[in-house]
């Protein structure tokens, strides 16, 4: 057994680089749409998204996003009073709006006190280079963490849940957000519809060859009011849902296949019950997470493990 080993490149160790105090995210709704919403490129959005999902309850678009920081701030701030905050620009697709609507709703979360830095969520194909400018510049001054939406690597997967983008965009534009020095992170979902276990590990070899500073794993989860609940509705079929104990072993494969550097944030996701159709495994995200780790010691496994074999 390998004790010195570590298992994994913890996201709050890589917060440690460049904070001396404990740092949460804080979730802003900035009032964003999407491409594939808004007709740009289609209409409907992808096809497992209801937003509900991850918004906070103060997390209102009718709110300012300085009022939604500090409302978010006096809900942790009760248990960890020497906090600090990063703005977590999370739903919808954070930098699809005018350069000017983007750098006033960026900088007003800035001036909110505490907040130390901004984590961006968007998709690869909403990333102009008069934007990657002043983000490059911004990077300067303060924290920051543009995270994409990947979920996956595979074109057919991509077009089968109305993603509106293909994998080559996002391996470009991950490559020119890094090249800025910016801290680039990215989001995918396993157990998509139509992916094999082999398609799945497959990304992980395909992943580690991008400059990711941090990545996030979520299952696959079938959200009520969306088009791929309608889907599994007409053709449960099509689709496997992993058990949890599945779903933890192939999890552990996945990331021993990854490059040894990239940051993981966390390995699933936890969507409202009243939301939730399948699967419901019944547990926190800290639970899978503590059940993980003593699965990766039972088998003596490790990020990076196989990456590169």
Wanted: hydrophobic share 35%; glycine share 6%.
């Amino acid at each position: 057994m390998r004790q010195s080993v570590i298992l994994y490149n913890d996201f709050s160790v890589f917060l440690k680089r460049y904070f001396d105090h404990k740092v949460q995210k804080i979730s802003v709704n900035a009032g964003f749409t999407c491409p594939n919403r808004d007709g740009t490129k289609g209409t409907g959005g992808c096809t497992y998204c209801n937003n509900q999902t991850f918004n906070p309850e103060y997390c209102r678009t009718e709110k300012p996003v300085a009022l939604q920081l500090k409302e978010g701030k006096a809900f942790f701030a009760r248990k960890y009073p020497e906090m600090k905050y990063l703005a977590y620009f999370q739903a919808y697709t954070n930098t699809w709006a005018s350069m000017e609507e983007l750098k006033r709703k960026y900088e007003e979360a800035l001036t909110v006190e505490d907040v130390v830095g901004l984590v961006i969520g968007t998709r690869p194909d909403c990333m102009p280079d008069p934007l990657l400018d002043y983000l490059e510049e911004l990077n300067k001054h303060t924290f920051l963490l543009v995270e994409y939406g990947i979920e996956s690597v595979w074109d057919t997967t991509l077009r089968r849940i109305n993603r509106g983008h293909t994998y080559e965009e996002t391996r470009e534009t991950i490559h020119r957000t890094a090249q800025r020095g910016i801290a680039t992170g990215g989001h995918v979902i396993l157990g998509l519809p139509g992916e094999s276990r082999e398609m799945i590990l497959g990304q992980a070899d395909q992943l580690s060859g991008l400059p990711l500073t941090t990545l996030k794993l979520h299952q696959l989860q079938l959200i009520r009011s969306t088009r791929m609940a309608a889907e599994y509705a007409a053709a449960p079929r099509a689709f496997h849902l992993y058990e949890v104990d599945e779903y933890i072993d192939l999890v552990i494969n996945y990331i021993e296949r990854l490059r040894p550097d990239i940051v993981l944030e966390r390995f699933a996701s936890q969507s409202p019950k009243s939301l939730l159709i399948a699967p419901d495994w019944g547990i926190k995200n800290y639970e899978l997470t503590a059940r993980l780790l003593k699965r990766m010691k039972e088998r003596n496994a490790y990020q990076g493990k196989c990456y590169g074999v």
